[in-house]
């Protein structure tokens, strides 16, 4: 049997009402899609850590989020995994038609297609908004990029980044001088969505920065506890002082490291 017939076939077994595994006939759209964005995740992580192994792993892992997905829709009388494909077959060869269809589209930009068809896309769904169809459960950082650039693309941008800077420091003013909690929950978001603004102008994606970051940051303080542990100190009993040296001296010793 070939693998994605095999692949389809033990799912179906699987959700079986009567042969199959109680937990995954117990499943919903609702219960599965917390673990579809994690194993996404996976597989960036993966590929982050450039581990061809387990990238093959995790993209089985979503691959077969994508197969469970569709039998549920299948159970119900939605659609199939058959539909999911050939969906996405269509899309792909709509926004490409440099590549399977009109030849004149060669005389225009990439960007320009793409921008073109994609507004053609969320007209045919009904969208009143340059904001629509802007996924609700993508990451806070990745989608406040994402309204930005939608924002950007009618004009509503500020043309180089003196703008998104000045603002950035006016929501760090406003955070500061906020009184109540809840006011300083919604200043803290303010000053979050300009954060992001201010690194898009600069053409660097949020979300791939800060990942770096969290990254940098872990890597940093993992060094910190393990020189602690090396000159015989018990890391969490030092002053924050002592912390500090700690963390200069794992920094300064990561070649080409700016900060």
């Not at 979503?62 to 996405?88: C, T, Y």
């Not at 459960?137 to 930005?148: G, N, S, V, Y």
């Not at 693309?153 to 955070?175: H, T, Y």
Request: overall charge negative; charged content about 30%.
């Amino acid at each position: 049997m070939p693998p994605l017939e095999r692949l389809l076939s033990i799912m179906a077994q699987l959700r079986d009402p009567q042969r199959g595994c109680d937990w995954d006939t117990a499943q919903t759209f609702e219960t599965i899609a917390p673990y579809t964005i994690e194993e996404a995740y996976e597989v960036a992580d993966a590929i982050a850590r450039k581990d061809m192994a387990a990238l093959k792993d995790e993209l089985g892992d979503l691959l077969l989020q994508v197969v469970f997905h569709s039998r549920i829709a299948e159970e119900a009388g939605h659609f199939a995994f058959a539909d999911v494909a050939a969906a996405i077959s269509d899309k792909m060869e709509a926004r490409h038609p440099h590549i399977f269809g009109d030849s004149s589209e060669q005389d225009h930009s990439r960007e320009e297609r793409w921008e073109r068809i994609k507004a053609e896309e969320r007209a045919a769904k009904g969208a009143s908004s340059a904001l629509d169809g802007v996924a609700l459960a993508l990451p806070a950082a990745l989608r406040a990029e994402k309204l930005q650039k939608r924002a950007a693309r009618v004009g509503f941008d500020w043309p180089d980044v003196e703008g998104p800077a000045q603002k950035l420091v006016e929501e760090i003013g406003e955070l500061a001088e906020a009184e109540t909690e809840q006011h300083r929950f919604e200043e803290a978001g303010d000053m979050l969505f300009a954060a992001v603004n201010l690194v898009r102008a600069y053409g660097i994606p949020a979300e791939e920065a800060l990942r770096a970051a969290n990254a940098k940051f872990e890597r940093r303080f993992a060094g910190m506890e393990a020189l602690a542990k090396a000159r015989g100190l018990d890391f969490a009993s030092l002053t924050l002082d002592k912390q500090e040296a700690l963390w200069v001296d794992v920094k300064t010793s990561e070649p080409g490291k700016a900060s």
